[in-house]
């Protein structure tokens, strides 16, 4: 059961440019994470935005939330080679079953980022 | 040195065999998670454990198994039942009362 679609599947942009990422969910959530997965790795937690929350910072990381539209976005401002890797958005749904409060998450597709120096 | 392992990182299994994937913490976290990732997909989930001699199955639980003895272990078997086993799996953790999941590294399962 697929709740999150990231866009694009893959971007590929020059270091110092700034790079969007969009994922689009289906039912409602409690909160929803992105996470980092270099290629073969396991996944690092970036940040989490709760459903009451609309924008959130943590460095050159920018994460927007529209309840209204099921959406979010990751901005990751003046880029780095080093920030190449798949990016994942995953949302708390209260309604599955594990979900809310269990920490049950449903995973995107990812967006693969490449980051030319 | 906190963290979550798995092991081995590579994995090569004949048709037919049972294989089984180890995952370890040491963060004290009371919830583990194992993922199946296939190429240019996102995570999907196998079974999850809340509690120690608890666990439940996820989304695609068929051709797999796992136990809960231990807080710190939630090891995986993959059995013969699995007919595409050949995926990149992923063990997660999570603290009660937070929402973010730490992963292990992976564990790389071909099926020769």
């Known amino acids: 059961s697929q709740q999150g679609e990231e866009d694009p599947q893959a971007l590929s942009i020059q270091e110092g440019e700034n790079a969007t990422m969009n994922c689009s969910y289906k039912t409602s959530i409690n909160n929803l994470q992105w996470y980092r997965q270099n290629s073969g790795r396991g996944l690092v937690h970036l940040i989490l935005i709760r459903s009451n929350e609309r924008e959130k910072h943590s460095g050159r990381l920018r994460v927007t939330l529209d309840t209204s539209k099921k959406s979010s976005s990751l901005l990751i401002t003046a880029s780095r080679a080093a920030d190449t890797a798949s990016y994942f958005c995953a949302t708390a749904n209260p309604q599955i079953i594990g979900g809310g409060s269990q920490g049950n998450l449903i995973f995107g597709k990812g967006t693969k980022l490449s980051v030319k120096p | 040195d906190g963290g979550i392992t798995q092991s081995p990182k590579y994995l090569f299994r004949k048709e037919g065999q049972n294989v089984t994937l180890s995952c370890e913490q040491n963060l004290n976290h009371d919830a583990m998670y194992w993922y199946r990732q296939d190429p240019g997909q996102g995570l999907r989930l196998i079974y999850y454990?809340?509690?120690?001699?608890?666990?439940q199955k996820g989304d695609i639980a068929e051709g797999y198994s796992v136990s809960r003895e231990k807080k710190e272990s939630f090891p995986l078997t993959v059995t013969s039942a699995q007919k595409n086993p050949t995926a990149f799996y992923l063990c997660?953790?999570?603290?009660?009362?937070?929402?973010?999941?730490?992963f292990g590294p992976g564990t790389r399962l071909t099926v020769l």
């Open positions: 997660a953790s999570r603290q009660g009362g937070s929402n973010e999941q730490f």
């Open positions: 454990s809340q509690i120690v001699n608890d666990f």
